[in-house]
């Protein structure tokens, strides 16, 4: 028989008539022959109540007192779904994440799931009753309530659709599906029909707040499809699978992330272990660093810039101040009034011209780009903040992200019910930890810096246009924040490339008037990818520390929900890749 997750957010659930009518929706899957599930959130803003009514007792509650607190919004919710299921005349019964035998590890606030005994739920659901899930919580080895982090309702649902190898997991909410951007930032953005997990996961993390972003990881891990789709209409919603809606297509979604802060840390000694420093001391403090750009060094130093959430930028500065002395850096500089510009497409990883074509957009709106960094599916450009908008509505123009797609999407890959039950089982037995798919060298590439471009609109499509129409496909590429209204371009483009690039980089050098063109056609690309590289923030961390202890120097980074990569000195790939394979061993799966 098939299985059916269905999750109501908060705003599904958030009195009773929307209860009543999401028990409807749940009996109309019974009725239509699946067994279901359904999981529920807090009631409205049930869960900021609680967090308040904490905060109005105590600034520093025990997390294991707040789990117990929080867990509590969800059990209303599930008596009460059961009770409208049962007042319309069909059998529901109300479980807990214990219960559901939901076993987490006791961080307790933000909880990983370890596995889910599923004997309860199928002994239910095989005697056609509707089981009500609380979503968010578990319980750990020690019988205390866990809860996932806030919005976690989505990674119950996901993870139950998984371990229930449901053919269907809906999320119901209060917007209509996935959009190419945030409808209320640009009323033409357009309803996506499908998504692939990748663009999700990116997109997620730019700040389109429809799902839980470990939710997403969850569901490409074990391949469940997503629909998400509104409680209130009867629009048909985006799915979220592994393919994106129209494989042609370089860009499915743009988004903006409009509060941001750049720091920047000068004359950094260029030595192996300098990013450690900096960015451990960061992420001790719990913070996520975006949009890492490090200027190749100049006599011995470099400048690291890095981008972090604008409310962060106090707490990052006391570690960037521990780290200037600490590494006698020059010093440090900060911009608070920043915001960042990405497009993210599956497609753009087989295409060339992508970027050119952002930066000539961008260019011929006025916009100035501060910093620019690239991973295989996204391009992420820091502008001032009264530019953002503007860049915002550039890019989805440019690449006609209002237009439906000329091509129908791919025909979506079988669920996740075609893994026999013993490989869902060993998968299961570490849910959500990081898994590393690959560690690889790539010693085909050669970079090309441009010191001193002007920072002025225009000139990385300038540099760009003219690398790329002669058929040099660029690979990563950033540029760095201006120190004294000058910006550094660096690239990567295959090594046979790098003579033709040169000679065309200088050319544009002498338009320009900067300078000089500075290259190595001895570098090593390393990359790690692999699903949660963004909820296991320390991934990028690791790579540094196991360069540096090996004594070798970090040139280049880029990182993206998937994929870090670093770029060091060519001499060193062969060490680096042992290395690196060394240290995600125990991830790889
Ligand atoms: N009620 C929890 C929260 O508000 C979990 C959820 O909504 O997914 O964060
Ligand atoms: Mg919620």
Redesign the pocket.
């Given at each position: 028989m098939p299985l059916i997750v269905q999750k109501f957010?908060?705003t599904s659930v958030a009195d009773s008539q929307k209860i009543l009518a999401a028990a409807r929706k749940a009996i109309r899957a019974q009725q239509q022959g699946n067994q279901v599930v359904v999981v529920v959130?807090?009631m409205g803003?049930?869960?900021?109540v609680l967090v308040d009514l904490a905060r109005e007792i105590t600034d520093r509650p025990s997390a294991r007192e707040m789990d117990m607190l929080?867990s509590t919004?969800?059990q209303v919710s599930i008596a009460l779904m059961a009770m409208a299921i049962d007042a319309l005349g069909n059998q529901a019964v109300s479980m807990t994440g214990a219960q559901m035998g939901i076993r987490t590890d006791s961080t307790h606030t933000k909880a990983r799931i370890q596995s889910i005994s599923t004997d309860r739920l199928r002994q239910a659901l095989d005697e056609g009753i509707i089981v009500i899930a609380a979503?968010?919580q578990g319980i750990d080895e020690h019988q205390n309530i866990t809860?996932?982090?806030?919005?976690?309702?989505?990674?119950?649902a996901v993870a139950l659709a998984a371990v229930l190898r449901a053919d269907a997991c809906e999320i119901y909410t209060d917007v209509d599906g996935v959009y190419t951007t945030d409808p209320r930032v640009l009323p033409e953005a357009r309803m996506l029909r499908q998504v692939s997990y990748d663009e999700m996961l990116e997109l997620a993390s730019l700040g389109a707040g429809v799902m839980?972003s470990r939710s997403i990881e969850f569901a490409k891990k074990f391949g469940v499809p997503i629909h998400v789709r509104s409680s209130f209409s009867d629009i048909p919603g985006t799915l979220i699978v592994a393919e994106p809606e129209d494989a042609e297509q370089p860009v499915s979604g743009a988004a903006l992330a409009k509060d941001e802060a750049r720091v920047t840390l000068l004359g950094v000694p260029d030595r192996p272990g300098a990013s450690l420093a900096i960015f451990a001391k960061i992420a001790a403090r719990n913070i996520a660093v975006d949009m890492i750009v490090q200027n190749v060094g100049a006599q011995g130093k470099a400048d690291v810039s890095f981008t972090v959430l604008r409310e962060e930028l106090p707490t990052t500065l006391e570690a960037v101040r521990s780290a200037v002395d600490e590494l006698g850096a020059d010093g440090w500089s900060q911009d608070d009034n920043v915001s960042k510009v990405s497009v993210v497409g599956l497609g753009m990883a087989t295409q060339s011209g992508v970027a050119e074509r952002m930066f000539r957009a961008l260019a011929d709106a006025g916009v100035n780009i501060l910093m620019i960094t690239t991973s295989e599916i996204k391009i992420s450009v820091l502008v001032s903040r009264e530019q953002a908008a503007l860049a915002l509505r550039t890019v989805h123009q440019a690449f006609e992200l209002h237009k439906p797609p000329v091509h129908a999407p791919r025909p979506v890959a079988a669920p996740a019910g075609s893994a026999t039950p013993l490989e869902v089982l060993s998968r299961l037995q570490s849910m959500e930890g990081l898994r590393i798919n690959d560690v690889s060298l790539d010693d085909t590439q050669a970079r090309l810096t441009i010191n001193s471009v002007p920072d002025t609109p225009g000139v990385a499509a300038q540099v760009f246009e003219r690398i790329a129409r002669d058929g040099v496909l660029v690979d990563m590429i950033v540029q760095s924040c201006g120190v004294g209204g000058r910006a550094n371009l660096t690239c990567t483009v295959p090594r046979g490339d790098l003579p033709r690039s040169v000679a065309l980089a200088a050319e544009v050098v002498r338009e320009l008037g900067c300078g000089p063109v500075t290259s190595s056609d001895q570098v090593a690309k390393l990359s790690v990818s692999g699903i949660g590289m963004r909820s296991h923030a320390g991934v990028a961390i690791r790579m540094f520390q196991a360069l540096s202890e090996a004594g070798i120097n970090v040139e280049m980074v880029n990182t993206s929900e998937v994929q870090v990569n670093v770029v060091v000195e060519g001499r060193h790939g062969g060490a680096a890749l042992a290395r690196l394979e060394e240290t995600f061993q125990a991830a790889r799966g």
């Open positions: 957010g908060g959130s807090a803003k049930n869960t900021d929080l919004g969800e979503g968010f809860t996932l982090g806030r919005g976690g309702s989505d990674t119950t839980h």
